[in-house]
């Protein structure tokens, strides 16, 4: 846990520095390109209320052939089987954990066992195993090799930590948390971190760009060592990069334990929220893997009786098309997604792979409307339960507070722009059957209305409402339906 508190924070301060390029120099190619898109981006920095930075750079093939070229497979390997050697060498001297207490009889045990699950804790299987994929991945992604390759990377370093690195059986659960949201995460780790790193500058700044790119992208970094990138000068363009949209928040949340909002003091939390857009939507005729994708992290600043984590939410396209209906705008698409939430009422966490629908209307006079639905398969996911504690994982003689589950999640978000005045509202369904824990099936939703105004130049004042509702059926336990409310205001900044 204190591992993972450390990350989030120090991932917070690398993205709150001020070290964004601003690049200026562009594939002399794509001239006509990049015209239209500046076109495109100003009409769409009228409509969304948002505050868009940077330009497209498309670096030319000779340069990044040049600077990057695609290192061979083995190295990735070599690379991610090198970070689980590091990472069991840290639990098993330094932390002493009883898993990491390896043998060869407890890897032939593993592999005549095969897969089962775990009884960790929401934050670790959901939060810290992506975390440890997204390493696996960039050091495959930052050698030039692409999204799929990268994850089949991601897959052996999983692989290898479950049946060699630990006494624990192979867990199903974090094999394919680790391999699928941890590619998610890496892929996002790289398109930010690309925006960071420019190997033009020098001093201070260069040591900032790269340890602000490393702290939350490591084994990035740990190839940009090891190839001596780190101290490279280069003055052209190298890594693509898109438009960028990023905004925090600072405000105050209060939680129900019911549908009646205590205000008593000690139920007030201080919360920060960290919102990046990559890649401003309608932007593009084509969309590859992370071309465009949402960032929505929220943290609980006072942890009054809240877990530090609060949001973790990613919303990306994985292949995309717009459409043009005149003057209205389409966009279909298929996205992954990934959901955590969690405090002292209810903690969800789900990963996604579906079908999405985007639609942006024309600019009106005073108005302006972006409309976005989606379905969803959900190959894993974690809701927590009281009854979950009487179902033990047989090998390990323990239980978890929370089922694993598969299941369907719809999401649905309208923004109305008028002057000066952003409102929107977001629902989020999520359908679950549970995998291990207690049988049945489970029905949440969410409904997150958002009001916002823009009170000076990039500063503003929003006020947001949380219904959650949940409605459970088991087959050995008496039913659920319970409703929860959350309130929140806060002060948000464009940078």
Do not use: C
Not at 305 to 317: A, N, R, T
Not at 360 to 371: C, V
Not at 421 to 447: M, S
Request: proline content about 3%; cysteine-free.
């Amino acid at each position: 846990m204190n591992i993972i508190r450390f990350i989030t924070i120090f991932t917070l301060i690398a993205f709150s520095l001020d070290i964004f390029a601003d690049d200026k120099v562009v594939n002399l190619s794509q001239i006509d390109e990049i015209k239209q898109k500046k076109e495109e981006q100003k009409k769409m920095m009228e409509f969304s209320y948002l505050q868009w930075d940077g330009k497209t750079v498309i670096p030319k093939m000779e340069t990044v052939e040049k600077y990057n070229p695609r290192k061979p497979l083995w190295i990735s390997f070599l690379g991610t089987f090198g970070l689980n050697l590091t990472l069991w060498s840290y639990n098993r001297f330094i932390d002493q954990a009883g898993h990491s207490m390896i043998s060869l009889a407890s890897m032939e045990k593993n592999l005549k066992h095969g897969f089962d699950y775990d009884a960790d804790s929401l934050d670790i299987n959901f939060w810290g195993h992506p975390f440890q994929g997204a390493m696996y991945y960039n050091t495959a992604r930052s050698l030039g090799h692409d999204y799929l390759t990268s994850m089949s990377v991601t897959a052996f370093g999983s692989l290898q930590w479950e049946f060699f690195m630990e006494i624990e059986p192979a867990a199903i659960n974090d094999f394919i948390i680790t391999t699928m949201a941890g590619s998610m995460f890496g892929e996002m780790f790289y398109r930010l971190s690309s925006l960071i790193i420019d190997e033009s500058t020098e001093g201070s700044e260069r040591i900032a760009r790269e340890i602000g790119a490393g702290s939350f992208n490591p084994g990035r970094l740990l190839n940009r060592l090891i190839f001596r990138r780190v101290a490279r000068d280069s003055k052209d363009p190298i890594y693509h990069k898109e438009p960028y949209s990023f905004n925090v928040a600072f405000g105050m949340n209060t939680i129900s334990d019911g549908v009646n909002i205590d205000v008593n003091g000690k139920k007030r939390n201080m919360i920060f929220d960290f919102m990046f857009i990559y890649g401003y939507p309608f932007g593009k005729k084509t969309y590859k893997p992370f071309d465009h994708f949402t960032l929505d992290m929220m943290l609980n600043l006072t942890m009054n009786k809240q877990p530090l984590m609060g949001s973790f939410l990613i919303d990306s396209i994985f292949y995309g098309k717009q459409f043009n209906l005149g003057k209205h705008k389409i966009i279909l698409s298929i996205n992954q997604s990934f959901e955590y939430l969690e405090n002292n009422v209810y903690q969800i966490a789900a990963l996604d792979l579906g079908g999405m629908f985007m639609y942006r209307s024309p600019k009106l006079k005073f108005m302006g409307i972006l409309f976005k639905t989606g379905a969803y398969f959900i190959p894993m996911g974690g809701v927590n339960s009281d009854y979950a504690q009487y179902y033990l994982v047989d090998e390990l003689n323990r239980s978890r507070d929370y089922n694993v589950s598969f299941g369907v999640n719809l999401k649905s978000s309208l923004i109305v722009v008028l002057p000066y005045t952003l409102f929107k509202i977001d629902y989020l369904f999520w359908w679950f059957k549970t995998y291990q824990g207690a049988r049945g099936n489970e029905i949440i939703g969410v409904l997150k209305p958002t009001l916002s105004f823009r009170i000076f130049g990039r500063i503003k004042l929003g006020f947001q409402y949380f219904i959650y509702h949940r409605r459970g059926k088991y087959n050995e336990f008496p039913d659920i339906n319970s409703s929860n409310y959350e309130k929140r205001m806060f002060i948000s900044f464009d940078f």
